[in-house]
């Protein structure tokens, strides 16, 4: 159980609160690539950790994310003109380069100011701004001090041409941890994401283990199998709100808050080391899986909690879904989401299966209270999320600290 003052510690992601300036502390997706398609093209509003801002690609090519609002009048960029290396307010003409740096102001008359005094103006009128950087598809920024601005973290799924990966995103409404609490949540898989009644009958797992590490943290789920053996399923967690779920393919997820209520959820599937056949990436693209269908031109899923995420009593009825819903990450929503926005932990009572999901807590907040010590965050390193998730087999006498490093990690 968390108190209500830890779970406001957890979950309240603004500038100055203890998790968001954590999460400052590392690369975070802004957007997609493909969100902006060619230089000149129109911006994109962006809201990251409770910040409102716009994204453009200036005439070069390159990204800028700044303040969404202008500093004359507060007006919003999201309306500028996207021109000559530059995004113009379009209520007075004021323009500003991708660092932030007002390098126009055309709504002063000629003549009315010293060359000084307009140096000075512009100084004074400089917007803030947000390093970008593109990788796997997607585009980067870093929100925390500059200087301590990280490596850009070497995570395998960024690395893999474009044909061994598919990516979508999609608005969560509820805040970051929830999500990534359910993400792991072990026992959830046997029942929620079951394909039928008879399907929800297969073994829970029995052992539960959580290893802080140097990128954040492994997750172990083992289930005796009666072969003799324990099957252990490992799945990795990089700072701040990554997961790397062990399935085939492989599949990543981030659960980047939007603001303290609501989450912006990338999924990722990708093959480490070759293309995807045809009938892979039907299933990969299909909403069966870890992807949701979302409304066009919207991040804001079809099946949502206004529709009751289309629920079909009928096949629940009938044995053949145990849920009625469909697809791994309409059900994963409509449940994490009908806790509410933010849910009072304290009303909760935890059984033998939530251990992960309460070591993962209470490693999160020891994090926390040793940044408040002046100690460095983990996962800072890029050689360090060099990692993969993984299942394996193992006597029932060999420990899962002693296998786990080893198991984990991979070459550059």
Request: hydrophobic residues 35%; contains cysteine.
């Amino acid at each position: 159980m968390l108190t209500h003052e830890e779970n406001e510690l957890l979950t309240r992601v603004g500038p100055g609160t203890p998790m968001g300036e954590l999460m400052r502390r590392y690369w975070v997706p802004a957007l997609f690539s493909d969100q902006l398609p060619k230089p000149d093209c129109p911006p994109v509003r962006v809201k990251l950790l409770c910040e409102e801002l716009v994204a453009f690609r200036d005439t070069s090519g390159a990204v800028g994310l700044i303040d969404e609002y202008c500093p004359h009048r507060l007006a919003s960029m999201f309306f500028g003109r996207n021109e000559e290396n530059g995004l113009r307010c379009v209520y007075h003409g004021i323009k500003f380069d991708r660092d932030g740096n007002c390098v126009d102001v055309p709504c002063i008359a000629p003549g009315t100011t010293t060359e000084n005094q307009m140096g000075a103006i512009k100084r004074q009128m400089k917007t803030k701004s947000y390093p970008c950087m593109e990788k796997g598809g997607v585009i980067w920024t870093y929100m925390g001090p500059p200087d301590k601005k990280p490596g850009f973290p070497d995570l395998e799924w960024t690395r893999v041409p474009d044909a061994q990966r598919v990516s979508s995103r999609r608005i969560q409404e509820c805040n970051w941890l929830q999500g990534v609490e359910g993400g792991y949540d072990a026992p959830h898989l046997t029942f929620l994401h079951a394909g039928s009644v008879e399907s929800s009958r297969r073994v829970v797992p029995s052992f539960y283990e959580v290893v802080a590490m140097d990128f954040g943290f492994a997750i172990g789920t083992g289930r005796d199998l009666g072969d003799g053996d324990i099957h252990w399923n490992i799945n990795i967690f990089l700072m701040p709100f990554h997961k790397i779920i062990s399935s085939v393919p492989a599949a990543a997820h981030m659960w980047m808050p939007i603001d303290d209520e609501n989450t912006m959820l990338y999924s990722i599937d990708f093959q480490p080391n070759r293309p995807f056949t045809e009938e892979e990436l039907k299933v990969c693209k299909g909403y069966d899986w870890i992807h949701a269908e979302t409304i066009p031109g919207s991040d804001r899923t079809v099946c949502n909690r206004d529709n009751d995420y289309l629920i079909d009593r009928a096949l629940q009825a009938s044995g053949k879904s145990y849920t009625g819903l469909r697809g791994l990450g309409v059900q994963d929503a409509a449940i994490q989401e009908s806790m509410g926005a933010i849910v009072d932990r304290r009303k909760e009572h935890l059984l033998p299966g939530d251990a992960g999901v309460a070591k993962l807590r209470r490693i999160m907040l020891e994090t926390l209270r040793e940044i408040a010590a002046g100690k460095e965050p983990p996962g800072l390193d890029p050689r360090s999320l060099r990692v993969r998730s993984t299942r394996y087999k193992a006597p029932p006498d060999a420990r899962f600290l002693d296998e786990v490093h080893q198991r984990v990690h991979i070459d550059a």
